[in-house]
C-alpha cells in the first residue's frame, strides 16, 4: 500500500476558497500498473461516494481494475478525510487536497474537470459547479462588482512516506545512541585523566621514595 497525495496550486483572484464538491467529485486519473509498468491512456473515474466489492466480497474499494498486460488485479481508495481545502493563503504553492491509497498502481495523470466550487467570503458568494477543464476560470461577483478566478492551475502527486513514524522511532533511537557513545567517550576521558594524574602521582612519589632510599643508602 502506497498513500500518494494529490497536491494543485493554481493563482487565486479574490476567491478564498477551492475545493471539490467531494464526496461527489470525480477525480479523474491515469493510471500506471507497478506490476508491468503498462500505463492506460484511459481516463479512470475515482469517486468517494461510489464503491464496488473486491473479488472476496468483504469488503469494499473506489476503485478495481485488472491490468490488461499483466493481468494482475490493482485497486485504489481515497481515504477517508482526506479532502481539504485550497485558499488564498495558498495561492501560488502546491497543497494536497486528497490522499489515494494505492494497491498495485499509482496515478500518473490528474485532470481537473468539472465539479470544484469557488467560494468569496467577503460577499458571501459561492460558486458552484466550476469547470475547471481547461485548467482557468473566470467569472464575475455582482456583490463584489469585481471579477473572480483561478489561473494557472497545476498539480502533482506526492508520494507520503510510509514509514514516517518509523523514521521517528530510527531517529530517537540514532540520537541516543549517539548521546551513549559520548557520555561513554567522556567517561573514557575522564577515567585515563584519573589514571594519568593517579600513575604521574604514583611515579614522581615512587621516585621520591627511591631517591630518598638510595640516599639513605649512600648515607
Ligand atoms: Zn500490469
Redesign the pocket.
Known amino acids: 500500500m502506497v498513500k500518494i497525495s494529490l497536491q494543485i496550486k493554481a493563482t487565486l483572484e479574490n476567491i478564498d476558497v477551492l475545493r471539490t464538491c467531494h464526496p461527489n467529485y470525480n477525480f479523474l486519473l491515469k493510471l500506471k ?6 500505463t492506460s491512456n484511459k481516463w479512470h473515474d475515482i469517486i468517494e461516494s461510489q464503491t464496488q466489492k473486491t473479488k472476496t466480497g468483504k469488503s469494499e474499494t473506489h476503485f478495481l481494475a485488472k ?6 488485479e ?1 485497486s485504489l481508495d481515497i481515504l477517508e478525510g482526506t479532502n481539504g481545502k485550497y485558499t488564498g493563503d495558498d495561492s501560488g504553492n502546491f497543497k494536497g487536497i486528497v490522499t489515494f491509497d494505492c494497491r498495485g498502481i499509482e496515478p500518473i495523470e490528474f485532470m481537473p474537470g468539472e465539479g470544484w466550487i469557488a467560494e468569496v467570503e467577503e460577499s458571501g458568494k459561492k460558486f458552484k459547479d466550476v469547470d475547471l477543464s481547461e485548467k482557468e476560470w473566470v467569472e464575475y461577483d455582482d456583490k463584489l462588482k469585481q471579477s473572480v478566478g483561478i489561473y494557472e492551475f497545476e498539480s502533482q502527486f506526492l508520494k507520503l512516506n510510509k514509514n514516517q513514524k518509523v523514521n521517528i522511532k530510527n531517529l530517537v533511537q540514532n540520537v541516543s545512541c549517539i548521546l551513549f557513545i559520548l557520555i561513554e567517550v567522556m567517561m573514557d576521558n575522564m577515567t585515563n585523566m584519573y589514571n594519568t594524574s593517579f600513575v604521574s602521582a604514583a611515579l614522581s612519589k615512587g621516585w621520591k621514595y627511591q631517591e630518598h632510599a638510595h640516599y639513605n643508602k649512600s648515607v
Not at 491490468?67 to 494482475?72: D, M, N
Open positions: 500498473c507497478l506490476n508491468c509498468g503498462e491490468c490488461k498486460l499483466c493481468g494482475r490493482n
